[in-house]
């Protein structure tokens, strides 16, 4: 079993940074696939960012490319992500997950290969 637990979120301007993190407990995060997810309302929970295993290599949606990193720290058991030049549009709830199964990276985008989620941090970009 892996528990996963957020923090991090906040209300900021548009153009700022904010740091999430992601602590897990159960499993070390080296035998995790994880990945962030984020949901507004009335919208469906959208992939933003994964890191494969030996965290060699890291994905991410088109929109947050170039201003976002998905990072770790394996001492820590915990996953990052670095936002910066935060938009309006990225105003969502942001949750972790984490699978222990194997897939190929093509499958990392789809929120169904991952069996362990957090309970979500809020992030609020104004104008």
């Known amino acids: 079993q892996v528990q996963l637990v957020e923090s991090g979120g906040g209300l900021v301007q548009a153009g700022d940074s904010l740091k999430l993190s992601c602590a897990a407990s159960?499993?070390?995060?080296?035998?995790?696939?994880m990945a962030w997810f984020r949901q507004t309302s009335g919208k469906e929970r959208e992939f933003v960012a994964a890191?494969?295993?030996?965290?060699?290599?890291?994905y991410y949606v088109d929109s947050v490319k170039g201003r976002f990193t998905i990072s770790r720290d394996s001492a820590k058991n915990t996953v990052y992500l670095q936002m910066n030049s935060l938009k309006p549009e990225d105003t969502a709830v942001y949750y972790c997950?984490?699978?222990?199964?194997?897939?190929?990276?093509?499958?990392?985008?789809?929120?169904?290969?991952?069996?362990?989620w957090g309970q979500g941090t809020q992030v609020t970009v104004s104008s």
């Open positions: 997950a984490a699978t222990i199964t194997y897939y190929t990276a093509n499958e990392y985008r789809r929120q169904n290969i991952y069996e362990y």
């Open positions: 159960g499993r070390t995060i080296s035998n995790l696939i």
């Open positions: 890191i494969s295993r030996n965290a060699l290599h890291t």
